[in-house]
């Protein structure tokens, strides 16, 4: 692990800080498992009351935890200005280690059967294990909210939030956790530790080494873990921008805007706020990385071209994993047309993050648009206003031959088709496979050991996706399926072959 110790240098190895006992209101939430018990390989396995709710607030069959893990940002310099796309960097510092893809649980659950000694890292979540035996683990992203009181200054959250339990606790060694942080030059003046959820209430634990995107610790127990971090400076971040737009039956287009830290945790806690809105909304599909990172107590403002209505004018940036409420910016427009967002730092003027946002963007979940229907007798009665689950029920109910939509008939995608697709996906193509299209870790095992060429490999993962669905294998249900995790090219691809009216 390429480590940069400036800042940890000085935390002595047997250092531990016990926090009094847990509150009332955390009691509870995370069950200490004693030393060698496994989680269940069922929503049951995780005692937290927000991975309960995960498996209630699923849009599609999806937890939000499925829905929301992002990768992590890669370093960037002093300046900022030399960030790269979504972890660049950071993916060469670990390009040795094996990659696994673990299998989903309910209630927001992973699992992992590792073979043999080593360190893998999850291409999920970033989480890096070493094991001495082979072993099974299973873990799960937490809210930092729920331990907001515990967090005492001057240590801050510094990344996701996780529960790991092990089938054989003593064979894991070690764990390092993602962090957020841009660390610049080096971390200097930094210090890192762990802060570990026991029965008889927290700890802060040291940790024994940190890089530009992972802090490692040495396990003592399993429990929910995660990486908090001190510093003389102010903390600048890995950011990104997420934008929601609600759905409603108004001409004028109504948005909200977050601007926060890349940290899982975070990020699924902004998407629990979204779905608890009495509003609907729908997530819109924009590169959401900062080119410069976020210091903490800088302001920021959001412009929009044409001018709309912004509020707030511009925020002060800090760190929210902790706070229960997340901020976020409104946007509206009045006349519903396509425009340009851009969040600038307000002392220099410097751009950080840019989007240009269409109404293609949003066209295919907008409520807005009710087409008519001929009815068999020939009377046209507008179709009403359906959810997203209530269009699935109906995809399912039609006929082999092809769906109609809007008097519209989609067509059931051809093997030509799909093969586009596969052109067009990356390496992450098997995690999408398993998180988007529900398909098994054997099937695409089978796949790959029939079939050497990757390309068709991924063709035959589609075809197979189309013939599981039969008559809804088309263009707009595989659209639903990944609109989540694919690129936007894959999105435009399969946008063009999409009906037209």
Known sequence: MRCCRSGAESLSSDEKEVVAGSTEEEEGSAEEHPPGEDSSESSSGSSSEEEDSDAEESDGGRSDGEQEEKELLPPCDDSGANCQPPREQCRNENDQLEQVTPRRLAGGQHVVRLDAEGTYQCSLTGLIFEVTAAVKITYSLLSWSKYATLVEKPWIVGGPLFDV??????????????????????????????????????????????????????????SPVGPIVQSSKPLQYHGVVVIYKAVNQHPSLSFRVYVTANDNSNLKDISKDVKKSPKKFIKIDKPPACQKFLQDGKRYRLVCEPEAEINPADIEFCNESSLTLKNYIEVYLEKPEDFTLSLVELESDAAVWKAKLRESDWMHYDQNKNEQKTRAGGVKKRKPATSILEEDELHNKKQKTGNTTGGIETKILTDDQLLRIALLFGKEWRKIAIGCLQMKMKDIEQIQATENEVNFQKLRVLIKWRDREESNGTAEALYRCLREEASYEILQALRGFLPQP
Request: proline share 5%; charged share 15%; glycine share 6%.
């Open 165 to 222: 339990r092990c089938d054989s606790p003593s064979a894991l060694t070690s764990i390092q956790f993602p962090h957020s942080l841009c660390l610049g030059d080096h971390g200097a003046g930094m210090a890192f530790k762990v802060f570990h959820v026991k029965e008889e209430g927290a700890a802060i634990e040291p940790s024994i080494d940190y890089s530009a995107s992972h802090v490692k610790w040495l396990v003592s127990s399993l």
